[in-house]
C-alpha cells in the first residue's frame, strides 16, 4: 500500500520560508517521479513542482518559479519543496503526489493527506 505524509506546513509571514516533506513508502520511490500541488479554499488543485526520478529536471509553476525549489533523496525515500519568499496567495493545503512521468499531471496516481501552508500579510 501506497503512503505519502507531508509534513512541515504551518504559519508563515509573508516573505518567509517554509520546507515541505513528503515521505513515501510502499512503493519504489527511485522509479516515480514526484509532484506538489496545492488547493487554495475555493479553488481547483493546481500544479507547483515536479522531480523526475533521478531527480535530474524539475518543473515548476510560472507562479512560483525562482522562489520554490523542489528536490528528492532517494535513499530516505523523501520528496522536499523549499519555499522561499512566500506570498499571501501562497496560502493553500500543498499535496504531494507519485507517478510515472513528471510532466503528465493526470498520470499521478498516489497522493498524500496535504499539509496546510498559510501565509499572512
Known amino acids: 500500500q501506497v503512503q505519502l505524509v507531508e509534513s512541515g506546513g504551518g504559519l508563515v509571514q509573508a516573505g518567509g520560508s517554509l520546507r515541505l516533506s513528503c515521505a513515501a513508502s510502499g512503493l519504489t520511490f527511485s522509479t516515480y517521479a514526484m509532484g506538489w500541488f496545492r488547493q487554495a479554499p475555493g479553488k481547483e488543485r493546481e500544479f507547483v513542482a515536479s522531480i523526475t526520478w533521478t531527480g535530474g529536471r524539475t518543473y515548476y509553476a510560472d507562479s512560483v518559479k525562482g522562489r520554490f525549489s523542489v528536490s528528492r533523496d532517494n535513499a530516505k525515500n523523501t520528496v522536499y519543496l523549499q519555499m522561499n519568499n512566500l506570498k499571501p496567495a501562497d496560502t493553500a493545503v500543498y499535496y504531494c503526489?507519485?507517478?510515472?512521468?513528471?510532466?503528465?499531471?493526470?498520470?499521478?496516481?498516489?497522493w498524500g493527506q496535504g499539509t496546510q501552508v498559510t501565509v499572512s500579510s
Open positions: 503526489a507519485a507517478g510515472p512521468i513528471a510532466t503528465n499531471i493526470k498520470s499521478y496516481s498516489s
